[in-house]
């Protein structure tokens, strides 16, 4: 769980991958999350 962990988010911003924990839209995932949230 540190710079070099694929799965955490922190690991995928140093290696500049992405997946599930970091979406390439991360913005547009907030606004979806939160007009669930809101319902």
Do not use: V
């Not at 979406?23 to 949230?37: D, G, I, L, T």
Request: charged share 45%; aromatic share 6%.
């Amino acid at each position: 769980m540190g710079k070099g962990d694929r799965k955490s988010r922190k690991g995928k911003i140093i290696l500049g991958s992405y997946g599930k924990k970091r979406p390439r839209k991360a913005s547009k995932a907030y606004s979806a999350a939160a007009e669930k949230s809101k319902d």
